[in-house]
């Protein structure tokens, strides 16, 4: 098992190479979900370690002043910062894998850059383990690209870890960016008609050519089956509330709306938060902390608050640890109620913009 502290050997060394990385997995999958010294003690020494290899975590410690003593202290970079400044921790050393949000520009993407996919791999699916989530007991099918299609989406690359892991079939149904519809909808007819239990994931706006009302009849799910969505509808043609979506999803699968999953991620982090329901509590797996911030002065908002959601994910060794989000949530005491994207908050309790950060 790695130590948590530094040896002869820095931190930065063992978490550059293949050994290295594997030990740290093996703390992050061994932390308990109460076990707040230990998540602490790694998060802070993780912090310590990438400030002297990313600028702009550096600048925002130094505007800080006091070194943080917690990880609640410790200061997320925004989320912006991914698309307009270089945050790989490793350099000049050349990552595996760069994975990119989605945007019509290369000006208007994120990109997060990893030396290997192996630590992600592990987090992305023993994560959704922990959280409940029963992939592996079922024929997957994703409504997602195939990561030889989609190298550069960190979305079809876990689920291509959990069709990996998984000793049942897997299916992508999204290629040259449609959706087999017709494929998909004789293997779901097919898995009814043999009453096979099926997984049904992708992004909130690849389901809606499945609705009833759209363009198909009710097709419910064999007992045992599940639908796990993704978000994504903010910039789409189409915007439904939660509750309508969810509805139109039970409407139309079978599967109670109260049951159906969602995953929270994004391409700027390596672990996820999951909930269920349309009033579901998303919770995160040991190795990370999801914490509300109020927007007008950066400080936590007490439980009931609303603010801007803020990560700590001790798996996201090869950029920054903390980031801060513009998804607006709601405090709970274990865990937060996930609203959507804010496009009208700003981040004001912050003294460094991202122009500040991202300047050498």
């Known amino acids: 098992m790695a130590k948590e502290k530094s040896g002869p050997i820095s931190l930065w060394e063992l978490l550059g190479g293949p050994e290295g990385r594997r030990r740290w997995g093996e703390l992050l999958l061994a932390l308990g979900a109460g076990e707040e010294n230990r998540f602490r003690r790694l998060a802070l020494t993780l912090c310590e370690a990438q400030a002297r290899h990313v600028a ?7 505007a800080q002043g006091d070194a943080p ?40 993407r994120g990109h997060h850059s990893l030396i290997d996919v192996d630590l992600y791999r592990v987090v992305s699916t023993e994560g959704a383990r922990r959280a409940g989530v029963p992939w592996e007991a079922v024929d997957l099918h994703f409504l997602v690209a195939c990561p030889e299609e989609a190298p550069r989406s960190s979305l079809s690359a876990m689920f291509g870890f959990w069709a990996e892991a998984s000793p049942q079939p897997s299916h992508f149904w999204i290629h040259r960016g449609l959706l087999d519809e017709t494929g998909l909808r004789t293997a779901l007819t097919g898995a009814v008609r043999e009453d096979r239990p099926v997984g049904l994931c992708g992004t909130a ?40 979506f969810y509805h139109a999803l039970e409407a139309t699968f079978g599967i109670p709306a109260s049951e159906i999953w969602s995953e929270y991620g994004m391409t700027e982090l390596s672990s996820q938060a999951y909930a269920q329901g349309v009033e579901g509590i998303h919770r995160t797996p040991p190795w990370a902390r999801v914490w509300v911030v109020d927007p007008l002065t950066g400080q936590e908002c007490p439980i009931g608050a609303r603010g801007l959601a803020a990560w700590i994910d001790l798996a996201n060794i090869d950029s920054v640890l903390g980031v801060q989000t513009q998804d607006e949530a709601i405090a709970t005491a274990d865990g937060f109620r996930l609203l959507g994207r804010s496009g009208a908050i700003p981040l004001r309790g912050c003294s460094l913009t991202v122009e500040d950060l991202r300047s050498q």
Do not use: M, N
Request: avoid cysteine.
């Open 56 to 62: 702009p975590l550096e600048r925002l410690l130094r």
């Open 69 to 108: 003593r917690d990880w609640r202290e410790i200061p997320p970079l925004p989320q912006e910062l991914f698309k307009q400044a270089s945050l790989f921790a490793h350099a000049p050393r050349t990552p595996q894998r760069v994975f990119e949000t989605s945007g019509t520009t290369a000006r208007d």
């Open 205 to 244: 706006f690849a389901f809606v050519p499945l609705l009833q009302g759209e363009k198909g009849a009710p097709l419910p799910l064999p007992r045992g089956s599940f639908l796990l969505e993704t978000g994504g509808f903010k910039g789409r043609t189409r915007e439904l509330s939660k509750r309508d």
